[in-house]
């Protein structure tokens, strides 16, 4: 079969690789969509981010669904053929974290395609993946990319159960890209009144409008837009922080009420924070890292019509222009969510 390997920052290859037979509780997929993610695009730009780095060769990918081509001996409830999007969620179930709860914490968590740990976890941009049993969404009804779409939208439903309670809330989401669009879908599903929108981009912010946002702000073209927002202490309840950027972060506290609370997912590297303002606004900075039982939620609103990420897929391309794809997953000005067709 043939995987997509990251061997340093721009050097993406199509290689060979193995085939194994699924083991007990294990079941043999094969590929059909995997989406491009913003870890991903670090990898391929950079050869990592922050402090975590490429240390070898290593298979990219998470967000990826695919056929039953074959199951391991005791797996029930799953059928050869049957459409699947796999969590690349992988807790050990037995340290501190996984006894009390905290799956996203695991300390010994597998996630694909992870260079944290040394050696790194391999990653699920292969033609045919072995995965557990218990990793595996039916995804009946579903096209392959949307239910490729279920590992970015599990990581935006457990930032907005970070946030709490949405009901009549005013969130502000800075950064749209494939994250920060899919806020704007979760925080609307939970019951958010008000959503407003930012980023540089005009094609991202199209999308944002297609996504429920009430207003979109292009900070490239208007650097004073959320200005008005400002007054009496601020108007956001909450910030979902997308970008990772630390003007956006800055000019988001500034329009934040007393009291809100602020939701941290973009991963830029670390950045400067204006304490004052979030002392004397007394408002809460929380972190959201990953997600665990929301990915099976997040197929069943797709299934159900509640959640329709279609539009935000803006590209597919076929396994042979892998590196065509990554080039074009980073470029804000035409995608939001680029897929690889792996058959």
Same mark, same amino acid.
């Given at each position: 079969?043939? /995987?997509?390997?990251?061997?340093?920052?721009?050097?993406?290859?199509?290689?060979?690789?193995?085939?194994?037979?699924? !083991?007990?509780?294990?079941?043999?997929?094969?590929?059909?969509?995997?989406?491009?993610?913003?870890? @991903?695009?670090?990898?391929?730009?950079? !050869?990592?981010?922050?402090?975590?780095?490429?240390?070898?060769?290593?298979?990219?990918?998470?967000?990826? /669904?695919?056929?039953?081509?074959?199951? !391991?001996?005791?797996?029930?409830?799953?059928?050869?053929?049957?459409?699947?999007?796999?969590?690349?969620?992988?807790?050990?179930?037995?340290?501190?974290?996984?006894?009390?709860?905290?799956?996203?914490?695991?300390?010994?968590?597998?996630?694909?395609?992870?260079?944290?740990?040394?050696?790194?976890?391999?990653?699920?941009?292969?033609?045919?993946?072995?995965? @557990?049993?218990?990793?595996?969404?039916?995804?009946?009804?579903?096209?392959?990319?949307?239910?490729?779409?279920?590992?970015?939208?599990?990581?935006?439903?457990?930032?907005?159960?970070?946030?709490?309670?949405?009901?009549?809330?005013?969130?502000?989401?800075?950064?749209?890209?494939?994250?920060?669009?899919?806020?704007?879908?979760?925080?609307?599903?939970?019951?958010?009144?008000?959503?407003?929108?930012?980023?540089?981009?005009?094609?991202?912010?199209?999308?944002?409008?297609?996504?429920?946002? @009430?207003?979109?702000?292009?900070?490239?073209?208007?650097?004073?837009?959320?200005?008005?927002?400002?007054?009496?202490?601020?108007?956001?309840?909450?910030?979902?922080?997308?970008?990772?950027?630390?003007?956006?972060?800055?000019?988001?506290?500034?329009?934040?009420?007393?009291?809100?609370?602020?939701?941290?997912?973009?991963?830029?590297? @670390?950045?400067?924070?204006?304490?004052? /303002?979030?002392?004397?606004?007394?408002?809460?900075?929380?972190?959201?890292?990953?997600?665990?039982?929301?990915?099976?939620?997040?197929?069943?609103?797709?299934?159900?019509?509640?959640?329709?990420?279609?539009?935000?897929?803006?590209?597919?391309?076929?396994?042979?222009?892998?590196?065509?794809?990554?080039?074009?997953? !980073?470029?804000?000005?035409?995608?939001?969510?680029?897929?690889?067709?792996?058959?």
């Amino acid at each position: 079969m043939k /995987a997509i390997v990251i061997h340093a920052a721009e050097d993406l290859r199509i290689e060979e690789q193995s085939v194994a037979p699924p !083991g007990p509780g294990e079941v043999q997929i094969e590929l059909a969509r995997g989406g491009i993610c913003g870890s @991903d695009l670090h990898y391929y730009n950079h !050869g990592g981010f922050g402090p975590v780095r490429l240390k070898e060769p290593m298979i990219l990918g998470h967000e990826v /669904a695919g056929h039953i081509t074959a199951l !391991g001996e005791g797996v029930s409830g799953l059928s050869i053929g049957q459409l699947v999007a796999v969590s690349p969620s992988r807790p050990c179930g037995n340290c501190r974290f996984c006894n009390e709860g905290q799956f996203n914490q695991c300390l010994n968590m597998r996630f694909y395609g992870s260079a944290m740990p040394f050696p790194h976890i391999q990653g699920a941009f292969r033609e045919v993946l072995v995965a @557990d049993a218990s990793q595996c969404a039916p995804a009946d009804g579903l096209s392959p990319g949307e239910a490729a779409m279920a590992e970015p939208l599990a990581v935006c439903l457990h930032a907005v159960r970070n946030a709490g309670s949405m009901l009549g809330k005013s969130v502000l989401v800075t950064g749209c890209g494939p994250i920060g669009i899919l806020c704007i879908l979760a925080a609307r599903r939970a019951g958010a009144d008000l959503i407003v929108a930012t980023d540089l981009s005009a094609f991202t912010l199209s999308k944002a409008e297609t996504a429920g946002a @009430d207003r979109v702000i292009n900070m490239a073209e208007t650097p004073e837009g959320l200005e008005a927002y400002f007054a009496d202490k601020g108007t956001f309840d909450v910030l979902f922080e997308c970008s990772g950027a630390a003007p956006a972060l800055a000019s988001g506290i500034s329009a934040m009420r007393p009291g809100g609370t602020i939701v941290q997912l973009g991963l830029g590297g @670390d950045m400067p924070v204006p304490m004052m /303002a979030l002392t004397a606004k007394e408002l809460s900075l929380k972190g959201s890292f990953r997600f665990h039982e929301e990915f099976f939620t997040g197929v069943s609103l797709m299934q159900k019509g509640l959640i329709d990420v279609k539009p935000f897929i803006t590209q597919t391309f076929p396994l042979s222009d892998a590196v065509a794809a990554f080039k074009t997953a !980073g470029d804000r000005s035409q995608a939001v969510k680029a897929q690889i067709a792996f058959n």
